[in-house]
């Protein structure tokens, strides 16, 4: 009985270190890049493809990164030629689902950089998703 | 005889009015369907008396317009996606071939709270050396809204300074005879405004 709560207790800890293992690998931002801006700007754009890689959805809740104060998912529409900016709270991505973030629509709005910021830099970028995990990766800056 | 004296008159009637004008409205440019975004103004669109000072502090009124083509957005300087978009564009569009020498890049702000003529120089300039930022107090800005349809609106904390501007983002085409003759909607591309820009001035011109 001792045996079977031992193995099935080992099970459960190999189900969800296999799943941490899942979850780590599951976001991938490629071709991604932050636009240099004037330097005292105080808001920048990033931009990229995010892609979901796991089999399960997974929902992006935040987004953070060491070089600047705030970091959020904003969306520039235009309505007959009128560009609107509205805040993305939060965003779900199904197995193998990707968003594509670019100008003139869904990008990463950057918040007061601590410093300014030059092409050639590099910013640190983290996604923390619902499950509590945090996906770090890093954007090129460019003109 | 009486067929060749009308004829006379009208040719007269013509010449003097061509003469008077300066120019006479050419037939509408016909825009190709391939080609998005495009509207042309036919016959164009007078720009209405307004007094804007520029980035360097100068007064920017329609006599800056005259004797020149100018691209013209209306946008401001903490948009952070939009209108770097648009003005890095302008720029790659002022170093391309086919473009005439009297040209001009007008970057006209709908934050004069905030952007202040420092902050347009170095905005502007940041894009290209040569670009002219200018702005107004509202009064003046929204001169614009009935001719041009320029509207904007504030969203956030416009107190504290932490606000977006909601605002139409169409490139203008402006003749040297300081009217609108054509604007282009978003979303921009080089190889869009660069087409609408050229048939326009090959047209107009």
Wanted: aromatic share 12%; charged share 20%; with cysteine.
């Amino acid at each position: 009985m001792r045996l079977r709560l031992f193995t099935q207790s080992c099970l459960l800890l190999l189900f969800f270190s296999a799943a941490t293992a899942w979850a780590d690998s599951s976001l991938q931002f490629s071709d991604s890049w932050l636009r240099q801006a004037p330097p005292s700007a105080k808001y920048l754009a990033a931009y990229g493809e995010l892609k979901n890689t796991s089999a399960f959805d997974v929902a992006v809740v935040a987004m953070s990164s060491k070089l600047f104060e705030k970091v959020e998912i904003h969306h520039s529409r235009f309505q007959n030629g009128m560009m609107k900016m509205t805040r993305v709270e939060k965003l779900t991505l199904k197995p193998g689902e990707s968003v594509v973030f670019k100008p003139g629509a869904r990008h990463l709005m950057m918040m007061k950089p601590i410093s300014p910021i030059r092409a050639g830099d590099i910013v640190p970028l983290i996604f923390t998703l619902n499950t509590g995990q945090d996906h770090h990766f890093d954007l090129p800056v460019k003109r | 005889m009486k067929i060749t004296n009308n004829l006379f008159l009208l040719l007269l009637i013509v010449l003097i009015s061509v003469a008077c004008t300066g120019k006479s409205e050419p037939e509408p440019l016909k825009v190709p369907e391939s080609l998005q975004g495009l509207f042309v103004d036919s016959p164009a669109t007078k720009l209405p008396d307004f007094r804007f000072t520029d980035h360097n502090g100068k007064l920017f009124d329609v006599s800056r317009f005259k004797n020149n083509w100018s691209l013209v957005f209306f946008g401001y300087t903490n948009c952070p996606d939009v209108c770097p978009n648009s003005l890095s564009i302008m720029d790659k569009i002022s170093k391309q071939d086919g473009l005439p020498k009297n040209m001009q890049y007008v970057f006209v702000s709908v934050d004069p709270k905030r952007d202040t003529p420092a902050k347009l120089k170095e905005f502007v300039e940041y894009f290209n050396a040569d670009f002219i930022g200018a702005t107004g107090p509202k009064a003046e800005l929204d001169k614009f809204q009935e001719p041009l349809g320029v509207i904007y609106d504030y969203e956030g904390d416009t107190t504290s300074g932490d606000y977006v501007v909601n605002h139409f983002a169409a490139i203008y085409i402006i003749d040297p005879q300081g009217r609108e003759r054509a604007y282009i909607l978003p979303p921009h591309s080089e190889a869009q405004v660069a087409e609408a820009f050229k048939l326009v001035y090959n047209h107009y011109k």
